[in-house]
């Protein structure tokens, strides 16, 4: 009798475990088919219905975004309030922090690399013992926007002056800068009737770097832009973060004047961004706005009179002056320029170009 028991009682068990599994099978049968009748924008032929799916399924990522960053900064708000500590945020993974490891990085306890800006061709110009003075001249063959973008390039470069270039060759140009004690001479390149490279040689001694030059855009295409002054510029130089970048910089650096007026406001930005350049020209203001404060429960605070109470803000406004353009370096080169004995520091070659994460400035 025990036996036939034990028999049924497995017998039951297996018809259970197979129910159970029959049962998750099922399931997992409805899911699938739950998501094959989620319709993808890209299976619907018809263009309007396939653009109104895909705004509202991207109105409804906007909202459950929304909810998830009122959920957190809930939650941080308790925490403040219980007096513990908030959760960290997540960091999320870019190109810039995951990029691959450089030996060439620039530290900020380097002393080899102090040594080498004391020794430099540009320390003179930098530790304000010599002013710079620029000379500006066009490839043979010119455009219409070429000119137009020089006489903005004066106005962004103080002390900048430009030449025609007529036939002479660019040697004979760099040694009349030389007895005209120039510092600097920039080669604005065209082809196909716009400005594609700027060619920047430090003198008497160089380098010569070779910089490729797109997306210009001129002051008068920019909405807004404003007109600059004629006082020094502050200059901003950010994430020239290698030995090469900061030599780049350095370069760019001794372009302009060391003592800048703050009183123009004006300020020109060099970001180097995935080894791109991005040159800007602004001019700023501080405005002191009122801002009225609101306590926890977002009620707007009163003084004794019930007048509401409003507080001071300080912030700051930017106009753009133009031009609008993006360098990339494409080669660094000992001394001034010579294209047939000269010794290259750097040159980019496409066979560089291995990963998406490898950056050189």
């Known amino acids: ?68 960053l009122k959920a957190r900064d809930a939650e941080e708000k308790r925490a403040l309030e219980l007096g513990e500590e908030p959760l960290p945020r997540k960091i ?19 002393e080899e690399l102090f040594a080498c800006n004391d020794a430099d061709e540009f320390s003179s110009i930098i530790k304000r013992e010599r002013t710079p003075k620029i000379l500006i001249t066009t490839s043979r063959f010119n455009s219409t926007r070429g000119p137009a973008f020089i006489s903005e390039l004066l106005e962004v470069i103080p002390n900048a002056h430009y030449y025609k270039r007529g036939t002479y060759d660019l040697k004979k140009i760099v040694e009349y800068a030389k007895t005209q004690e120039f510092t600097s001479l920039i080669v604005v390149h065209t082809k196909r009737r716009e400005p594609d490279a700027l060619l920047i040689i430090g003198l008497p001694d160089g380098p010569t770097a070779h910089f490729k030059l797109s997306r210009l855009v001129l002051r008068k295409d920019i909405k807004n832009h404003g007109n600059p002054t004629s006082h020094e510029p ?19 650096q001794s372009l302009f004047p060391q003592e800048p007026n703050f009183r123009g406001r004006r300020v020109v930005t060099f970001h180097n961004q995935r080894d791109y350049i991005f040159f800007r020209h602004h001019r700023y203001i501080f405005e002191a706005k009122e801002s009225k404060t609101s306590d926890s429960k977002g009620k707007k605070r009163k ?25 990339k370096l494409r080669s660094l080169q000992h001394g001034t320029f010579d294209t047939k004995g000269g010794e290259y520091e750097w040159v980019h070659k496409p066979e560089m170009d291995t990963s998406r994460r490898r950056f050189f400035l």
Do not use: W
């Open 92 to 110: 999320p993974r870019t190109i810039e922090n995951t990029r691959e490891n450089d030996e060439t990085v620039c530290k900020p306890d380097d």
């Open 234 to 252: 502050e200059l901003v130089l950010t994430n020239f973060t290698t030995r090469l970048g900061h030599r780049t910089g350095r370069i760019i």
């Open 303 to 327: 003084d004794g009179k019930g007048e509401k109470i409003s507080q001071q803000k300080v912030i700051a406004r930017l106009q753009e002056c133009g031009p609008r353009f993006t360098l």
């Open 1 to 68: 009798m025990g036996g036939k028991r034990r028999n049924n009682e497995r017998e039951a068990m297996e018809e259970y475990g197979d129910d159970v599994e029959l049962d998750r099978k099922e399931k997992k049968k409805k899911m699938e088919k739950e998501k094959r009748r989620e319709i993808l924008p890209s299976m619907i032929k018809n263009k309007e219905k396939r653009s109104a799916v895909h705004a509202k399924l991207k109105h409804e990522k906007k909202v459950e975004k929304r909810k998830k």
